[in-house]
């Protein structure tokens, strides 16, 4: 059965000689779903792909060892950051000087931390915080749980981060952190206290003024509730309620603002419909496929609805799925917070990974992890539109592809910046102690995004360039803007 595998392309390492896998039940990354229960079963991929052939769990999605060395394919991330700044470089011939200064991070912290576990043993964990630029303004980037986080990963991400809030045209820089994790290898409670000792180990280089982490892949609201009463804790008690901004993407009821959960996808949504205008396409009617259905994914898919656009394909970490009728995006999304994943769903079949590539959609939008549109996967793509809801999901072949294919895309750092812009708002309404109306965010949300839409489609123009380097000519042109005006000190 490998073999066929082997055949359709798949990119997998050699089965293990072992027939003893180790199963996990896998939590779609939302700690507290069935409180960490440990089910016995076998890998719902393996099963997908009939590896292993064995019959299916009845509840819950799992996947084994085997698996996880599947998704964990990877290329140098940071250094396809650094050739973009090179590439956008090239065409405004940027000050060399300050882009010698982009190209570097400012602060990495490692840390190792140990936890307690359930049974009472100590577990040693590492955790990265990567803050890369704050000329605009106070470092500001998610925490991702993920067993492939590192430094390199990381890195890249936080250099991201500095392009999106230029882009946008926010007061923060850029940062990243994480923590090299599976959580569903951990129970609640075990994740808690890696949540909280990891803010304890990042201490004073975090803070409200000074760096301020939000959710991203695996954290949620309640994981940023964890973080901010632990810095909360460890301050002088009359500082602490001036200290509710040092997290975004909080539960409303702890200082979160209404309207960030769906930001990211909004946002999205946004940039999809002014592409739409610009070119006089119809999206009443039109198709569209996405890979990822956690926070940024579910929300686009669900917003993309409101247009009356129909969603075919759908992928995520358990499999993939396809309904030529279409996909009810609010009915997937019942299904997913109960289920933990996609695969399964009743109302769709399942597919490969190739044949949801292949789904010919008007719109594609990723957003899972980075790197997803490679070579083979770009060379499969059959859309009109790439709507980067993940950051980085295309790597350097896959842009290339996809610019030979002539498919439009709306980069990573103007797509997905909405997630960043209604922290802003978060960040600033706690500062003022005020809150702010739903229909308030969205009209500020959309004004900001769509300027600089605007901005990246000039320059794309004007420069004669893909969207992705004008994306990072917008950005580079303010920041060198603010080194030119205030100089390098001393
Ligand atoms: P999430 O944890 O809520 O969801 C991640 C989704 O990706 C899940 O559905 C998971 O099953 C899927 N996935 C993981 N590995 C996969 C694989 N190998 N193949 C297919 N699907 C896979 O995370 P999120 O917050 O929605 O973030 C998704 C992406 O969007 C990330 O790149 C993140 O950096 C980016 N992003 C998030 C935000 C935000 O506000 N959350 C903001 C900007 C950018």
């Known amino acids: 059965m490998r073999n066929n595998d082997q055949k359709k392309g798949l990119d997998l390492k050699p089965l293990p000689t072992s027939k003893e896998w180790k199963l996990l039940y896998y939590q779609h990354g939302r700690p507290g779903l069935d409180e960490g229960k440990k089910l016995k079963g076998l890998c719902s991929y393996c099963d997908l792909q009939s590896i292993c052939g064995l019959p299916k769990p009845e509840t819950g999605v799992w996947r084994c060892e085997y698996y996880k060395s599947k998704v964990s394919r990877k290329s140098n991330l940071h250094e396809n950051v650094l050739k973009l700044v090179e590439k956008a470089q090239s065409v405004?011939?940027?000050?060399?000087?300050?882009?010698?200064?982009?190209?570097?991070?400012?602060?990495?912290?490692?840390?190792?931390f140990p936890v307690k576990m359930d049974d009472d043993h100590v577990k040693v964990f590492t955790g990265y915080r990567v803050q890369h630029n704050n000329a605009l303004g106070p470092f500001k980037g998610g925490l991702r749980f993920h067993p492939m986080v590192d430094i390199d990963e990381v890195r890249a991400l936080a250099t991201m981060m500095t392009w999106k809030t230029a882009i946008v045209n926010i007061p923060f820089g850029g940062a990243k952190g994480g923590i090299q994790i599976?959580?569903?290898?951990?129970?609640?409670?075990?994740?808690?206290?890696?949540?909280?000792?990891?803010?304890?180990?990042?201490?004073?280089?975090?803070?409200?003024?000074y760096d301020i982490p939000a959710p991203d892949v695996n954290t949620n609201p309640k994981i940023m509730a964890w973080i901010q009463d632990t810095y909360m804790s460890t301050i002088a008690p009359d500082e602490r309620n001036r200290c509710l901004h040092v997290v975004t993407g909080k539960p409303i009821d702890s200082g979160g603002s209404v309207g960030r959960e769906k930001a990211t996808g909004q946002g999205v949504v946004f940039c999809i419909e002014k592409w739409a205008q610009d070119n006089g396409f119809n999206l009443k009617g039109a198709t569209y496929s996405v890979q990822g259905y956690g926070n940024v994914g579910s929300w686009a898919a669900r917003l993309m609805k409101m247009n009356g656009s129909k969603m075919i394909a759908v992928e995520d970490v358990t499999g993939s799925i396809k309904n030529n009728q279409g996909i009810d995006p609010d009915d997937l999304a019942l299904y997913v917070k109960e289920h933990g994943g996609v695969v399964d769903y009743p109302k769709a079949k399942a597919i490969s990974h190739e044949?949801?590539?292949s789904t010919k959609v008007d719109i594609f939008i990723p957003a899972a992890l980075e790197n997803a549109i490679n070579k083979d996967a770009a060379e499969l793509l059959n859309v009109k539109l790439v709507a980067e809801g993940a950051n980085g999901p295309t790597d350097e072949d896959g842009d290339e592809i996809l610019q030979r294919k002539k498919i439009d895309v709306i980069p990573d750092i103007l797509c997905n910046s909405g997630g960043?812009?209604?922290?802003?708002?978060?960040?600033?309404?706690?500062?003022?102690?005020?809150?702010?109306?739903?229909?308030?965010?969205?009209?500020?949300?959309?004004?900001?995004?769509?300027?600089?839409?605007?901005?990246?489609?000039?320059?794309?123009?004007?420069?004669?360039?893909?969207?992705?380097?004008?994306?990072?000519i917008v950005a580079l042109y303010r920041l060198e803007m603010v080194y030119k005006e205030r100089g390098i000190f001393p």
Do not use: C
């Open 420 to 472: 960043v812009i209604v922290s802003y708002f978060e960040w600033l309404k706690n500062k003022r102690s005020e809150f702010w109306e739903l229909d308030e965010i969205d009209t500020k949300l959309k004004k900001i995004i769509i300027s600089a839409y605007d901005r990246v489609r000039d320059a794309a123009e004007k420069y004669k360039v893909d969207w992705r380097t004008a994306a990072q």
């Open 182 to 209: 599976d959580p569903a290898d951990y129970s609640p409670k075990e994740l808690e206290r890696i949540a909280r000792r990891f803010t304890f180990a990042l201490g004073n280089n975090i803070g409200p003024e």
């Open 92 to 112: 405004n011939n940027f000050d060399r000087d300050i882009a010698k200064i982009m190209a570097e991070t400012m602060n990495e912290l490692v840390v190792h």
């Open 355 to 357: 044949a949801f590539f």
